[in-house]
């Protein structure tokens, strides 16, 4: 499952919490040929996130300007702020023969999804229960309680679209889920 270049296409997508931002780094990590399709996003920069490497961060009437011009592959308004896959990013990826990793949620999949020049292997991650997300969400102590109660009620909505995905994985152990999402890279190789 490849692009028309022989690039390769994962996704992974969760609710928030069960960590596919976490994977997906790990997957770059081990992998140089990954690399991570960096979304743009009205929401404020977190203190360590980089600009331009975890997200492009732009204005709310930046982003509308790029609806307007269509540069994104996909978008989605997420807890009050946009997100979106620029299409000029995710093209130099490929010309370049990389292989492009995809921190999206399930709008955005079902937006990319309609592209079928791109060959998506798409991976829905899970947490075990929504108590044990819950206490990641806490633990990771980077949103105050009403963003985590919309996170937690979020993930009602979220788990409804886990059948849109080829593979879905529960990430109750980090090692075992990288091990799972591993495998599944080396069998598309093939």
């Given at each position: 499952?490849?692009?028309s270049?022989?690039?390769?296409?994962?996704?992974l997508?969760?609710?928030?919490?069960?960590?596919?931002?976490?994977?997906?780094?790990?997957?770059q990590?081990k992998?140089?040929?990954?690399k991570i399709?960096?979304?743009?996003?009205?929401?404020?920069?977190?203190i360590?996130?980089?600009?331009?490497v975890d997200?492009?961060?732009?204005s709310h009437?930046?982003?509308k300007k790029?609806?307007?011009?269509?540069?994104?592959?996909?978008?989605a308004?997420?807890?009050?702020?946009?997100?979106?896959?620029?299409?000029?990013?995710?093209n130099?990826?490929?010309?370049n023969?990389?292989?492009?990793?995809f921190?999206?949620?399930?709008?955005?999949?079902?937006q990319?999804?309609?592209?079928?020049?791109?060959?998506?292997?798409?991976?829905f991650?899970?947490?075990?229960?929504?108590?044990?997300?819950?206490n990641?969400?806490?633990?990771?102590?980077?949103?105050?309680i009403?963003?985590?109660?919309?996170?937690?009620?979020?993930?009602?909505?979220?788990?409804y679209?886990?059948?849109?995905?080829?593979?879905?994985?529960?990430?109750?152990?980090?090692?075992?889920?990288?091990?799972q999402?591993?495998k599944?890279?080396?069998?598309a190789?093939?």
């Amino acid at each position: 499952m490849t692009s028309s270049n022989g690039s390769m296409m994962l996704i992974l997508s969760s609710p928030s919490g069960a960590g596919k931002t976490t994977l997906t780094k790990k997957i770059q990590q081990k992998y140089q040929n990954f690399k991570i399709s960096v979304s743009h996003t009205t929401r404020k920069p977190r203190i360590n996130e980089v600009e331009g490497v975890d997200y492009f961060f732009v204005s709310h009437e930046d982003f509308k300007k790029k609806i307007s011009n269509n540069e994104f592959f996909e978008y989605a308004k997420i807890f009050d702020n946009f997100y979106g896959t620029s299409r000029d990013s995710v093209n130099l990826l490929l010309k370049n023969n990389n292989n492009i990793l995809f921190d999206i949620d399930w709008q955005g999949t079902q937006q990319l999804s309609k592209f079928k020049e791109l060959n998506l292997i798409k991976i829905f991650l899970l947490p075990p229960n929504k108590k044990e997300l819950e206490n990641r969400l806490i633990q990771r102590n980077q949103d105050n309680i009403d963003i985590i109660s919309k996170r937690l009620k979020a993930y009602d909505e979220d788990i409804y679209h886990w059948s849109d995905y080829d593979y879905v994985i529960i990430n109750d152990n980090l090692e075992h889920c990288f091990l799972q999402i591993e495998k599944i890279i080396l069998s598309a190789k093939k």
